[in-house]
């Protein structure tokens, strides 16, 4: 790529791929193997992912990023005057540029959010809210967990959330790009956060926690099995080389790499955080539940920051930014950026 | 994954990735890039793409496989109230389980086919219709090369289909799956096989010819260029960790892969052609034109031979077979499946 | 409008509303009501035509037009991955600009076509196709009865394809733009031809029939029913002052109106035939099975006749044109039509 | 329909056909006409509403209803990339079942909202805002006059509201459901009214303001007609026996039926507030602008009322109801329903 290679917080999609993803898809580059899954490797791999989630008989379906596994539960789980209710920092609402609604038809209801939180009263008002042939009928919550801003529902939120759906007939469905990263912070296993939210689908990360490629949407309700074959092809998510995202699941689970990825760069983030809240000019605006750190400062530090690292401005009025740790984020790559940090504010 | 790898014709998708494929890949996972396309390399390898394909300026939209590539392309072409002319053997038609009604609201309007290829007279009395408001309007004229049938149009078919077309107000959409193939079997480049064709946008193919998962949408006509990096996102084709999409490229482009990759996949088929095509109870119905033999024999020696090779029955109804050849088919494959065809059928 | 109104066989939309329609709109004139279909008015002729249907228990959902009756029912009985199997003739398939497509969808199936009717063998070869998640899932029939060709199914036939159709899942939707007008030419009742084919969703054609707007989706399976008036809102087919459209179904089953339009209409085709198929220069393409008759004329007689009373061209290839009749289409319109004919073409 | 025809309150759409309306309608319902618009009169009564809305050269196209007229302007106007800006209470947000969403594929970005009015801060908020592929590129405007709380947008802040949409190259739809009622209010003419909002796409209401069903979709800006007609029909909004709906705005705009029916229900509206803003246990909300009128009252009140008088209740939160006039509202139906008012909550 380039002579020295770039470090940053930008994203954790900036981070490699971890080499023993790369290792699994070089030992699984041997012989001939039908496609779209239909080989027994992905069934396998399919197998381990759904029982690491606690229900070994759910069923598991392998797509390419997170915008298509979001968009697939939609239309999965939601007939056409149906709605989703979501945060309003929810990917699915900023992020991925009309999709639920071209791509899925799909309305969503944004419900009051707190640190990109769903509140439960939010929740409330909307599904208390009388229906008719005039509006969409709420059929679907999802929660983004760990969020877009980097904070946590505890599981005593999720199971409050998840009951108060379920009992006005809501399915509840989690945006896991993070779910290994909250799961990593809240100090249970993968099984024990999706048992915590109930959740009936979910789209569980794989990119941004060291995969090159590769997500899946985990379908616990079986009344939303059939047709989901047809339904993920359609939804353009259906690699035709399965074994090659099977494969990077496959390293994934092995040997908890999921969870050594995710607790280090939950490590890193606070690390960070640790470094850089006590400086002048540099004001953290919630502690890191996870792998990012939000943060204020003001224009031109931030402007001599990103000539060095790369990271997102979050808020252009606010000035608030974010920076986002990853599986290879380093020790050193955090005391460089902490260092340029102070040198910036102080030069401000 | 097994103990003694399985080989097979079922598709050129059940092949492995190529060395130097995941040697590209292995080479661009160093360093912080940021993600969706916005890193100097994957800018650099949409050039590479774009120039081998004879235009330079041409805009290069990688994407995740076939069916995104070509919904995608639909979806930059048409107007709601327009339709696209397809063969009726076009993927599109017959293998996309409806995406591209069903995500690009579009109409297929079916020409006439012959052995896989739209014919000039079919093309002809489509556009000449009469349009009025109760119509779709054909805008655009697909067309799949090499074919679903194995087949090629030539240079001067392409030519005569792509003028017509375009005298009409439709632009040219080629399905290049196996563009790669097809080049290699004509005897071009890949900017000459594209110049043949006028084509306005191109679903260029990388699945199929030893990449991992990878296609690349190629849009020539400049008209169609806005709006189409939110339209990729929009239609769940924008990998975030984009490098090692285009490190795959980079290696296709990379002392002839792609060339020599397809003509091997091509000499395979051949090769399996001639080794058949004299015995008793096998009738190949179309000398292969690039990496796909088609045969009809009778449905004892089929199942016979499928308990040891994987490959797919085309025709329910007819009994014929796709033996499909890819990158990695060996001259030992294909003796050993000829002598197992020739038991096979001797059995029956 | 004009100083001499015109007189044509366009089609029989070119034709005026019955004047005791108009007088039940005036009569339904009174008072406030609530809007959408919820007044008792509305639920009382909905049930009426349920009743004249067959089934008192049907939904019915009165709708605006006819595109808008077939997309409502593709929407309700159709998964994203499903398809309807239609003749190559359906309005949904020539006539309806892409609208199931882009607003519902759907792909639609083409089946084998004869004179405007699915064959049995046609239906019996999309429905027994083996079908994997690459290809849509047949799960409607729809067929138009009379059809768009002036033809009409026998009972038995509508039988023995519905039969078919559900025995493979599929369910069963008629097209009955011209329901009233086949129902009159088979000498049976509106329940007797719903019950003949099995119909699960019905599009019930008011204003070919002498209504102003107004055409009904009458749902027998119910199954579908939930949703259906979200679905009726979201497809835009919702009308707030919904007691007009009630009045004129109202006037339409009272003292069988809507069996006099149609026998009316259909003998004055029958008149048009007899007058014309001894003419030299005119051949009639098939015996008039409902209101309209096929023939085909030399372009100079064509256009010379077309001076004077407005018809379609059907076939812009065979030079086939449509001549249709009405419900106000008098025994002197077709006198004067037939003189006419006779001088173009002796003129040409 | 009953023998003592109820009054009330629900909705100007839950009054009657003015008498006139209908009598256009028996006028025009002579002799054969073309169906679909293509008929002199039709086209002569399109360019009486063009000439009246003050640019004789606008397209205008009549469709069923407010929903279809909202969801044609949309599609009319964006890419499937782009959004339409919408107040919080817009119908198109809270009344239309996910149309927008599920037939259009739009997405509406909800701006600062205050008295059912778009701010200016608010508008400057989100068009201001950076995009990228990841966000929906706001590209539309939609702004209802009068507004769904009976409020009215100023001429200068319609001025401001366009000039500013315009500067960041987004266009102008109005719902104007209730448009002539805004003119009334305002003391100008439709012309005017329509000249302030530098309106690129109406949605002009007749329905609500004495017809029987008809709107219009009235396109200002060249640059949208391509393809309009086409995709009226695809959006389901395409009348076969045209002339009826042009009869009804012919009647409309004769003798400024439009404005004495408007005038009158506000007057009724005003009349209304006047009589009950005295009484205790009565809250009006906002003084009325239009024809209707907000007020606050207690639930046993409010049931005792509805037994007599059909209204909604508005915000089932705040016990907010909505008492609407509208064209056939009487002075003796506003006397009978105060004293009614007076009496329910002095028995409350």
Redesign the interface.
Known sequence: ??AT????F??D?????HPRV?EA????????????GHD??TQEVERRLATALGDPEASVFFV?????AN?LSL?AAL???E?AIVSATAHLH??????????A???LL?AETVEGRVTLDGLRRLVE??ND?????PALLSLTQATEWGTLYSLPELHALAELAHAHRLRVHVDGARFANAAAALGVSLAELAAAARVDLLSFGG??NGL??GEAVVVFDRALVP?L?????????????M???AAQFDALLTDDLWLRNAAHANAMARRLHDAVAGIDGVRVTRPPAANAVFAVLDRTARERLQREF?FYEWD?VSGEVRWMCSWDTTEGDIDAFAAAIRAAVAAA
């Open positions: 790529m380039t290679p770039r470090r940053g930008a994203s999609n900036a981070a490699t791929v790369l898809i070089a030992a699984a580059n041997v012989g001939h193997a039908f496609g779209y027994p490797y390419f990023n997170g915008s298509g968009v239309r007939h056409p005057w709605a900023t992020d991925e540029v009309g999709a639920p609604e071209a791509v038809g799909a309305k944004i809210r009388p042939e005039h509006a969409v009928k990119t941004k090159m490629v047709g074959l047809h339904l993920r092809k359609q939804t353009l998510q259906l690699a035709s080389k074994r090659y995202l790369d252009d």
